[in-house]
């Protein structure tokens, strides 16, 4: 059950820093944004020392948050 929320809690991510940045991305670039957005908002989130619960709310909003970081930074180095 942990995978299925992580893959949904990735695709939500995704799919909202899509938006944020204007940028397009289907179901796949979604999901692949968003986990990878999860993982470097996890890492930014422990070296900020940031006291999270663990929540499904606190997973998204890291994610999201890591997801923006991770799709500026990719278009700053592509561009």
């Known amino acids: 059950m942990g ?9 939500i991510a995704g799919a909202v820093a899509h ?31 940031l006291n999270l619960t ?3 709310l606190d997973r998204l909003i890291i994610a999201v948050l890591g997801s923006i970081l991770f799709l500026f930074l990719w278009r700053k180095i592509r561009s």
Do not use: C, K, P
């Not at 204007?22 to 986990?35: A, D, E, K, P, Q």
């Open 3 to 11: 995978w299925i929320i992580t893959i949904i809690v990735g695709l």
């Open 19 to 49: 938006r944020v940045l204007n940028s397009r991305g289907g179901f796949l670039g979604s999901l692949i944004v968003g986990l990878i957005g999860a993982l470097i908002g996890g890492e930014l989130a422990s070296i900020l020392d």
């Open 54 to 56: 663990g929540g499904i």
